[in-house]
């Protein structure tokens, strides 16, 4: 299981959202290449980078900065969400060494997408989830549906996808913990791996989630938690390798 730190760009800043809400966004850095250099400095095995203004308008707003920090480190694996409605899109992140790309509004929207990107780009598609109170929401949580989110999962359990995203907007930049049954569930309903976001806020946070890594958590995304000191991500990493290494 990995610790995956988190980079949120709005307007080229690196920033956290409370709740999904870009009016409460939090500036942590004025400088995404230099974050992103931290976070391997401090044993990031993979990154997970949202371009946030890009979700909103549907295309990639923010793609110069994540080219940038894919070319400032190119031995680290990147995920990237926000904007990516089409195979082109997609194309352009991978031709620019980014590994993963994340498909979440047109997942609800045209799943067919899913199944084409999967063909395409093997390996390289996760599906991003993200609900509020179970209900998936869509065009950057602007918007929610009326679909449950185990039963969007379970529609790419045989696509090819890598994993899944699941985010619990209600608990996300709220550093209150992590909605662990959820997460749980997701996974055991789907059969697919799943990348834990949203609330994790110190490492008991994290210790819940990697008792479950053998049932399908594969990850956990961590943002606002490392970005003010309550979660040290060379700690938590750690502490899952040596949980995970003596079983």
Known sequence: ????????????????????????STVFSDDPIATAQRWFDEGARRLHIVDLDGAFAGEPVNAGIIEAISKALPTLPIQIGGGIRCLETIAR??????EFAIIGTMAVKEPDFVHKACAAFPGQIIVGIDAREGRVAVEGWASESELDATELAKRFAGA??????????????????????????????????VIASGGISHLEDVRGLMQH???GICGAITGRAI??????????????DAYLGSG
């Open 213 to 215: 890594a053998r049932a």
């Open 160 to 193: 090819g996808v890598s994993a899944v995203v699941y985010t619990d907007i209600g608990r996300d930049g709220m550093m209150q913990g992590v909605n662990v049954e959820a997460t749980v569930a997701l996974a055991a309903e789907s059969g697919l791996p």
């Open 227 to 240: 970005y003010e000191g309550t979660l040290d991500l060379a700690v938590a990493q750690t502490m899952v």
């Open 93 to 98: 992140f991978l031709e620019a060494g980014v």
């Open 1 to 24: 299981m990995l610790v995956i730190p988190a980079i949120d760009l709005k307007d080229g800043h690196c920033v956290r959202l409370r709740q999904g809400d870009m009016a409460d």
